[in-house]
């Protein structure tokens, strides 16, 4: 052993401070802006111009707040959904593909009912959003508890064929007869579109529910007899099994839970800020979740802090791109480095680093209890 | 058909494969170590951005290609610091390392999309490249293809033959009991994704550099993720990945084909589905058939380890 591992040691904590887990998100994204300071100077950027427009220029108006709701609506909704999975250690990645499929079920419901001007059009969409991304999150969840193959996988390759079908739709048999030739459905009807909640913002009814959801997300995690067995699933399968919970049942409620959530958030978006379908919905919010949910530490309460924090990262990469020049790809930079910056601070909740002096002479007997 | 029809089939298909099977090889030494490195796409799009930047820029394809292989490398040891130094959720890592590539990729590469650059030289022998058929299909190729065979020959030898290997495949197999008669289970780690990243990143080199000699966003289109099922298909086996990787290409260029002929009436859409639907349907096949008890899957695989003194 080398005399500088001698005297820093790594320990395992044996119990995890509360505050830490709540201190490292900040870091992380901390060091994340950090790292985007230089990034921009070695882009030639001014840093601090370039961040200004990130950052804070789109908390100085009343609509950059509102538009902060619009996009986090989706990642709350999906990342809320998808914590419950990563708490059971259900690998659900196909979020994307789920939001799509519920944006395509929810919007074969508003263009049947075209110019039907009906009520209850909008509550038949929600429920047609939300099974058609559960049934489409069915599918891993079958080929997982029947067959064992992985979730990730197929979750992920579903995800390219459901945007594959998205196109085939609006290039082919919903491709609006008035309009001129473009890949896009009608544009939805006043009943099938979302009720603005701020006149002059694009702020919908779904950014309500989405804050409900998280509320509801909270209460089952936290108080019901599933959310337990989910969290107690992931923690110790050995005492889930011994326990007498069903794995199984387990993968289908976290799969079909988050599929139906991501359905809801695909739904929203094509009966909000789209209002017809178009053939892509969503700048990648079923991937973002991911990080959404990691970031609020699984916790539906964190994931509508950590889901408002990465609506910041699209609206802040939009502004900048306006204001600045900066290339939009930059998003997604962030977004990466956020995750890396919190899965790194994760080392400092479950392990401390503790100095220790050297021995002046390291004798064998005090050596092995050093070791130990 | 006739031979003649064939032969270019074959190339294409070759061409389709390369890529997937450089991919695949790297993540398979990677696993047989224990580690799962679900950020092959991102190390993928990293070296086909940087291997297309630099040979736009230099003119070099060669050093095109080394500096593709060192991007994927040097994202692998981003993950290799988060997951085997600082034991971070290798699931989390992997995709965090996914979508930070594909980020990335688009910013470097933003600057370089509709520039051409001269394909991959086809090294020609003289003589046996020209014979019919055969000339152009085993003699026909790009340095990099005879690389991926090569590769797999040497990936085979190291895992099954070699001392590295047997330690490599000891490591993923029981972590502890390796840690405990003294091997240095991180580094053994560290070596594999470093490799597995360089492996990636030719991979995305062979995408920009020779498949479609251009930089397009999002170029490699979840062939890194086609790559990790490739992986489970072979059950961890290279010979078998091999056979995996041209099956693959295969498909891919079969719905290319029938495209290109109309599609027989079916949206081009629907065909582009092909190789995604077949990756599941591969995987739900190996995983429900009566071979399913002898997976081969390493026992360690994924899971985090830290020596404990």
Known sequence: MSPRLAALRIEARREIPRSLLYVTPLLAVALTVLVGFALFLAMGYDPFRALYFFFVAPLTSLYGWSELFVKGAPLILIGVGLAVGFRANVWNIGAEGQLTMGAVAGGLVALAFWGEESAATLPLMGLAGIAG????????????????????????????????????????????????????????????????????????????????????????????????????LGQAPAAARYAGFSAKRIVWFCLLLSGGLAGLAGLFEVAGPIGRLVPTISPGYGFTAIIVAFLGRLHPLGIVLSGLVMALSYIGGETAQVEVGLPQAVTGVFQGLLLFFLLASDFLVRYRLRWRPLPAEPQPPARTQAAE | MSLEVIAPVLLTVISAATPLLFAALGELVVEKSGVLNLGVEGMMIVGAVGAFATTASTGSSALGIVVGAGAGMALAFVFGVLTLTLAANQVATGLALTIFGLGLSSLVGAGFVGIPVAPLPKLAIPGLSDLPLVGPLIFGHDLLVYLSIAAVVAVAWFLKASRPGMILRAVGESDVSAHSIGY???????????????????????????????????????????????????SWRPWRLLAGAYLFGGVTIAQLYTQGAGGLGIPSQVMSMLPYLATILVLTIIAAGPWKGRLNAPACLGKPFRPST
């Open chain 2, 184 to 234: 240095d289970v991180i580094a053994v780690r560290y070596r594999a994704v470093l490799f597995g990243g360089a492996m990636a990143g030719l991979g995305g080199a062979f995408l920009s550099l020779s498949y479609t000699p251009l930089w397009t966003e999002g170029m490699t289109a979840g062939r890194g993720w086609i790559a990790l099922a490739l992986v489970v298909f072979a």
């Open chain 1, 133 to 232: 991304g559960a049934a489409y999150a069915a599918i891993p969840a079958f080929l997982k508890t029947r067959f064992g193959v992985n979730e990730i996988l197929t979750s992920l390759m579903l995800t390219y064929v459901a945007t594959l079908f998205l196109s085939t739709l609006v290039y082919g048999p919903l491709k609006d007869p008035m309009g001129f030739n473009f890949p896009r459905s009608r544009s939805f009807g006043d009943d099938a579109l979302l009720p603005i909640l701020l006149s002059g913002t694009r702020m919908h009814l779904g950014t309500l529910v989405a804050l409900a959801v998280a509320v509801v997300g909270w209460v089952l995690m936290s108080f019901t007899i599933i959310g337990f067995q989910v969290r107690v």
